[in-house]
């Protein structure tokens, strides 16, 4: 019998799944599943988690004009 | 321009009246003639070829006055007419026999020749001691409309409009509460910003009289006060005999956004300012809210600074902008480093520039910025888009950019003769980037729903997911290893349909 789990697709670029994955590393409570390259099923509830998450590691990387003038 | 395509918005709410309410509108002279001129130019021509003529015409007749090539505009004025119920059968009842609406005819003729008009035009009073004079007029509306704007842009220390205003912004969802319960401006707010005064208080006053029909207000008393005071004159007091209890009513609200100025010792007396008496003009010759407040601050300033400061500043913005005049107010210059200069000394313009620019300093008649990551997400977060912004910056962009990007656009062409681009205002790469920077902002893109897994046999999984498919709820499937994912909408059905078709076996 086949059966029908809960959980919120996402779809993304390799890179970020592979951030999502980093993120779920620790926690182990996100990833109910990987589905393939692009594709994840996660907890429905860790959804806008994952979004800021995601959003604080990417500004880690991001050259900011205003720091460099602001000191110099 | 957005001032007619507004105009057409008035059109289609008075188009979506009952034909009951529309006559009663029509008993009113000044309605009927503001509507004649919110008319298409054909369809005015019509109605003066009819006003005065009682008989029936046929539809005929009116079509041999106009040129093959004006069928479309035949069509659309007969069109607007007929959808406001102008334009009616004939009495003969014969096909393509029309005749205009008595009633909206009797009181368009009473307009036209001065008969019974009823007051619908306003009560003039005429006494000395009732003058206001026409500078203090457009600064009161300026200043009421101002403040609006001001607090829509959410800049620091402006006084907070009255109750029913924000009562209004919120109706109209321009503005919005936050989550820290302070109202904060919408992706719709921020549309309305960049339009045109008029076309501005014709939205508020088309949600106006959304909101007045759920406050149970009789919507042709509204319209009736809203073109009355379109037909009002500058300058003159109205008494407010002969109006409504919910004429009345609005008279307060229309003084809250500026449209009518009263004093304070006699609430008896109104005063319609320039914004009222624009309503239903065609003439664009008003100033926008920009140059406005630059002559209302221009005024402040000569009080406050003592005449010699005043002039110093005038020679040095004579010598620094020797050569931007004729240049419309906020015009700005985008440079491939994502370096803004916007010539304004408008408060409210550079206050909705600080809505997505990092500003940095100002100048006597510029303000100079960057745009960056930053302050482009807070303008995205606030519901503001890239395309908006991107038309903002090339609405207001600089003369020097447009023949800058002209002069390209030339020499690609010598170049090219099949060129296709068009004309690049700003440098592409800050469009670009303000475009990524939108995409960044959602790197995932999450559906809820239900993995359908553990199927048997390669049959099962088929049947289910082309059920899937053919409803259009299947998200994601891979067959190898026999899983698909349904949206959560679909999730019953498909179930259902398992069910049915897996008991058969």
């Not at chain 2, 004429?247 to 100025?261: A, P, W």
Request: charge should be negative; include cysteine; charged fraction near 25%.
């Amino acid at each position: 019998m086949p059966r029908a789990r809960k959980g919120a697709l996402v779809q993304c670029d390799p890179s970020i799944k592979a951030l999502i994955v980093q993120i779920d590393a620790n926690r182990n409570d996100i990833i109910l599943e990987e589905l393939d390259d692009t594709h994840l099923l996660i907890d429905p509830t860790k959804v806008d988690f994952i979004k800021t998450e995601l959003n604080r590691l990417l500004s880690q990387n991001i050259y900011d004009p205003l720091d460099e003038e602001d000191n110099p | 321009m957005s001032a007619t395509l507004f105009k057409a918005t008035v059109n289609e709410y008075l188009e979506d009246l009952p034909p009951q309410v529309q006559s009663r509108l029509y008993a009113s002279p000044a309605t009927c003639l503001a509507i004649y001129r919110l008319l298409p130019k054909l369809a005015k021509f019509f109605i003066m070829s009819m006003v005065f003529n009682e008989s029936d015409i046929s539809l005929r007749d009116l079509d041999r006055w106009v040129k093959s090539e004006g069928k479309f505009q035949f069509n659309e004025a007969i069109k607007s007419m007929k959808s406001l119920h102008l334009l009616i059968e004939g009495k003969t009842g014969q096909p393509f026999m029309i005749n205009l609406n008595p009633i909206f005819r009797s009181s368009f003729r009473n307009a036209l020749t001065g008969g019974e008009v009823n007051n619908s035009f306003g009560n003039v009073i005429d006494s000395e001691s009732d003058i206001v004079s026409m500078a203090m007029l457009d600064q009161y509306a300026a200043d009421k409309w101002e403040t609006i704007l001001h607090f829509m842009v959410g800049t620091p220390l402006t006084k907070t409009p009255s109750r029913n205003v924000l009562n209004l912004l919120t109706h109209s969802k321009l503005m919005e509460n936050s989550s820290s319960g302070e109202l904060q401006i919408t992706n719709e707010g921020f549309q309305f910003l960049l339009q045109d005064v008029n076309a501005q208080i014709w939205t508020l006053l088309l949600q106006y009289l959304r909101m007045a029909e759920t406050l149970q207000m009789d919507p042709v008393d509204v319209l009736n006060f809203i073109f009355m005071l379109g037909a009002l004159e500058l300058g003159k007091a109205y008494s407010d005999v002969g109006l409504s209890e919910t004429q009345k009513v609005m008279l307060q609200d229309m003084r809250d956004y500026g449209l009518v100025f009263q004093k304070a010792s006699n609430a008896k007396k109104f005063y319609p300012t320039r914004l009222a008496t624009m309503l239903t003009s065609d003439t664009m010759n008003i100033r926008t809210a920009s140059g406005a407040m630059n002559s209302v601050l221009k005024q402040g300033n000569s009080v406050k600074e003592d005449a010699s400061a005043a002039l110093a500043a005038e020679e040095e913005a004579a010598q620094v902008g020797g050569t931007t005049q004729n240049i419309p107010d906020g015009a700005l210059i985008l440079e491939t480093n994502f370096k803004l200069y916007s010539y304004s000394n408008s408060p409210l313009q550079i206050a909705i520039l600080s809505l997505f620019v990092h500003l940095k300093s100002r100048f006597t008649n510029m303000v100079t910025g960057q745009i960056t990551r930053e302050s482009i997400r807070r303008a995205l977060y606030n519901g503001i888009t890239a395309d908006q912004i991107i038309a903002y910056l090339e609405t207001h962009a600089h003369p020097q950019m447009r023949r800058l990007a002209e002069i390209n656009l030339e020499k690609k062409l010598e170049l090219d003769q099949n060129c296709k681009d068009g004309l690049q205002i700003l440098p592409p790469t800050v469009v670009d980037q303000i475009k990524l920077w939108q995409l960044e902002l959602d790197r995932i893109i999450s559906y809820d729903g239900y993995l359908f897994s553990d199927f048997e046999d390669f049959h099962e999984y088929h049947l289910l997911s082309t059920y899937a498919s053919d409803i259009g709820v299947l998200l994601w499937k891979d067959e190898k290893k026999r899983r698909f994912f349904v949206s959560q909408e679909g999730n019953a059905q498909v179930i259902d349909y398992a069910k049915r078709k897996l008991k058969k076996k």
